[in-house]
């Protein structure tokens, strides 16, 4: 019976230690690697909206010295 207990006991702390450690991992997706990648995302959004804005004015110039 105390065997049964100590097993037990060990078990249950593992497997505390497991959540544990599993909530910093979910953690620190969260707060640091989930807001990083939105941070980038938002960049290159931005730059390829950019790079759409730049040739369509360019467009305009070529269609316009055609036109001429």
């Known amino acids: 019976r105390q065997r049964q207990m100590c097993i037990r006991d060990s078990c249950i702390s593992r497997l505390a230690y497991a959540i544990k450690k599993a909530q910093k991992r979910a953690n620190a997706l969260q707060n640091i690697v989930i807001p ?10 931005d730059a ?14 070529v269609k316009a010295r055609e036109d001429h």
């Open 48 to 61: 390829l909206e950019e790079k759409e804005r730049e040739e369509f004015v360019r467009l305009k110039v």
């Open 36 to 45: 990083g990648l939105n941070a980038e995302i938002s960049r290159i959004s």
